[in-house]
């Protein structure tokens, strides 16, 4: 069975860092690929970033040269480093895994509908 466990969510002033993980367990990271996703109040589901077997990266537009996606296949955990935050960054943040087959390319693996398994997700909130 697939779980996906977040952590390192929080308040942070605006410009602070912020580093988010998802654990994952019942997959292999060599298998999925794994995307992190936020939801602000009001809005729909957005992807930030993902990463896949290349790897293939994926980033948003908003967080490119600010976020940066990481994995550990020791500790089957993908990291997801938020520097420069900003107020419009606040976010529950979500970790999600597809398998490799579905992640044909950088389009998919940036769409929710492409994931199959997701975390509870973690509040990532900046104060300006």
């Known amino acids: 069975e697939v779980h996906l466990v977040e952590s390192g969510g929080g308040l942070v002033q605006d410009g602070g860092s912020l580093k988010l993980s998802c654990e994952t367990s019942g997959l292999g990271l060599n298998d999925y690929v794994i995307g992190w996703f936020r939801q602000a109040p009001g809005k729909e589901r957005e992807g930030v970033s993902s990463?896949?077997?290349?790897?293939?990266?994926f980033y948003a537009d908003s967080v490119k040269d600010r976020f940066s996606i990481s994995s550990d296949s020791a500790k089957s955990t993908v990291m997801l480093q938020m520097n420069s935050l900003k107020p419009e960054d606040t976010a529950v943040y979500y970790c999600?895994?597809?398998?490799?087959?579905?992640?044909?390319?950088?389009?998919?693996?940036?769409?929710?509908?492409?994931?199959?398994?997701w975390g509870q997700g973690t509040q990532v909130t900046v104060s300006s």
């Open positions: 990463i896949g077997r290349g790897p293939v990266i």
């Open positions: 999600a895994a597809a398998p490799n087959q579905k992640a044909m390319n950088v389009w998919r693996i940036s769409q929710p509908g492409t994931y199959d398994y």
